[in-house]
C-alpha cells in the first residue's frame, strides 16, 4: 500500500488546478511528489509539474472520504480526459492500474472499469501530445516503447475488444524475444483482424502471422515511429 502523504504534501495536491492537475510548491515538495509517484516533470519548458492519476485519485478521495490511499487511474466522466491526460505514464508504471492482457484469473468490470479505461486512454494520448515535438497524437510515445504489453492490451481494451478470462476466449497481448514487438493472439480469426486494424489506428505497425508447428495464426505489433 502506498504510504499516505504528509500534511505539507496533501496541501500541494489539494491545490492542483482541477482540470490540468498543474501543481505549484517548493522544489522539494514537487520533488518529493514526483519521487512517490503522485507527480511528474513535464519534458519540455517551463518543466511544470502535474498529477500523475494517482495524485488525482488521492485529491478527489481528499474532497470525498478523505482517504489518503493512491490508486489508479481517476475514473472520472466529463473533464477526466483532460485532467488525468497528464500522468498516464506513471500510472501505468506504479503497478496499480494495469490494462487486460489476457488470461487474468480475475479482473474488474462494470461501468467503473470502462470509465477507468477510457481515463487512461485519453491519458496516454495527451503524453503523447505533451512529447512529441510536433504535439502529435498519431505514433506511440517514449513509455510505450518500454511498456509494450501494458501499451498494445489498453490500446486494445480502450477500443472494446474482448481480453481473455481463464475459461473465455479473447485477445491476449505477449511480450516476444523481438525487439519492440510483442504478440497478440485471439482464437477468432476476425476478432483477430479487428485487433491488428486498431492497433494499427492506434500507431502500431501490425503483420499477420502463422506459427509453423501449430498453424495457429497470431500479430506481430511494433509502435511506429513515423
Not at 498543474?22 to 519521487?35: C, D, F, I
Not at 489508479?72 to 498516464?88: F, P
Not at 502500431?204 to 509502435?223: C, D, F, I, M
Amino acid at each position: 500500500m502506498t504510504r499516505p502523504p504528509t500534511a505539507a504534501q496533501r496541501r500541494v495536491i489539494d491545490a492542483a488546478d482541477p482540470v490540468t492537475g498543474r501543481l505549484r510548491g517548493t522544489e522539494s515538495q514537487l520533488a518529493a511528489l514526483v519521487k512517490r509517484g503522485l507527480a511528474f516533470r513535464h519534458p519540455r519548458p517551463p518543466h511544470d509539474h502535474f498529477l500523475t492519476p494517482a495524485g488525482h485519485r488521492i485529491r478527489e478521495e481528499g474532497a470525498t472520504d478523505t482517504s489518503p490511499e493512491a490508486s489508479t487511474e481517476a475514473g472520472g466522466a466529463g473533464v477526466s480526459g483532460a485532467r488525468e491526460a497528464v500522468g498516464a505514464q506513471a500510472a501505468a508504471t506504479s503497478g496499480v492500474f494495469a490494462a487486460r492482457v489476457g488470461g487474468e484469473e480475475s479482473a474488474a468490470a462494470g461501468p467503473s472499469r470502462i470509465r477507468e479505461v477510457h481515463s487512461a486512454w485519453q491519458g496516454l494520448l495527451e503524453l503523447r501530445r505533451m512529447t512529441d515535438p510536433h504535439g502529435a497524437v498519431d505514433r506511440p510515445c517514449g513509455w510505450e516503447r518500454t511498456h509494450l504489453v501494458q501499451a498494445a492490451a489498453l490500446a486494445l481494451e480502450a477500443a472494446g475488444h474482448r481480453p481473455a478470462g481463464p475459461d473465455t476466449d479473447g485477445y491476449r497481448v505477449r511480450a516476444t524475444p523481438q525487439p519492440e514487438a510483442v504478440a497478440v493472439r485471439e482464437p477468432d480469426a476476425e476478432a483477430l483482424r479487428e485487433c491488428a486494424a486498431t492497433l494499427e489506428k492506434a500507431g502500431w505497425q501490425v503483420g499477420e502471422y502463422t506459427e509453423p508447428r501449430t498453424r495457429v495464426r497470431y500479430l506481430l505489433a511494433s509502435p511506429r515511429r513515423a
